[in-house]
């Protein structure tokens, strides 16, 4: 079972989507772990970025989310990864890392740009890996505005992911995917979950991260005074998504 499936009532007020001071973070799971305990947050995912020859030691950071664990027994706290997409469809990423961590991310960074090679490249993750989430997805196109996905091309990549139980992650920091992936996600999704990430850096991205969502939780419970309904917030969200989130960002009030 996937394990958003067994958490998916903290797919929205989770965190999802950290990294670590292992890597290109400044925090270390201990702090994060006691801020979140403070501020009230369910659950933390370390998602920290790996590859096939890492510069640090994935059985201590491993090592470091059980110490957390004993020490915060309230906090839900995952392990897991951001998988590097490669241009040949591989995952840069040791299998044996795969297997040990809860929760995995794929995602693209440095990558050709070459619209043929980055559709074949999801399509033979997203068929061949045992991953969870799709994180930050869009990015590689935002960054190459001139390339554009084939509309039925998307729709397939949505059936697979659909098929395979891989969600589509809400990514707080860059604003992504744009809003007519997700309506086309959730149309097509048999699940339609969504998993919001707030792609963590630091401790204040985590107080941030918070803040936007107790704030857009706020306004849809003043705008909703019927039975709260978490797929009417859903929908609710998506209409207002990416502004209401942008808004905040620059907001003086959230400054940590």
């Known amino acids: 079972m996937k394990i958003w499936r067994k958490y998916q009532d903290y797919l929205f007020n989770g965190e999802w989507h950290i990294h670590t001071n292992f890597t290109d973070g400044t925090g270390s799971i201990a702090e994060y772990s006691e801020k979140a305990v403070e501020l009230g947050i369910p659950l933390l995912a370390f998602t920290e970025h790996v590859r096939k020859e890492l510069n640090y030691d994935f059985r201590q950071f491993l090592n470091e989310i059980n110490i957390a ?46 619209i043929e090679k980055y559709i074949l490249s999801i399509k033979n993750v997203i068929n061949n890996y045992d991953i969870d989430t799709w994180a930050h997805p869009g990015l590689f196109l935002k960054k190459n505005p001139n ?35 997700i309506k086309k996600y959730k149309s097509i999704s048999q699940d339609g979950l969504l998993i919001f990430g707030g792609d963590i850096h630091s401790i204040e991205d985590l107080y941030i991260s918070w803040q936007i969502k107790q704030n857009l939780q706020k306004k849809w419970n003043n705008l909703n005074t019927k039975e709260r309904d978490s797929q009417l917030f859903e929908v609710w969200f998506i209409e207002n998504y990416p502004n209401s989130v942008k808004i905040m960002k620059t907001n003086p009030d959230y400054q940590y």
């Open 69 to 114: 664990r004993r020490n915060f027994p309230s906090l839900i706290i995952l392990s897991g990864c951001e998988a590097k997409v490669l241009p040949d469809g591989k995952l840069n990423c040791p299998s044996h890392i795969l297997e040990k961590v809860d929760y995995k991310l794929f995602a693209f960074h440095s990558f050709p740009v070459n």
């Open 147 to 181: 390339l554009t996905m084939p509309e039925n091309e998307l729709n397939n990549i949505f059936k697979i992911m659909s098929l395979n139980k891989i969600s589509l992650e809400i990514n707080l920091k860059y604003n992504l995917p744009q809003i007519d992936w």
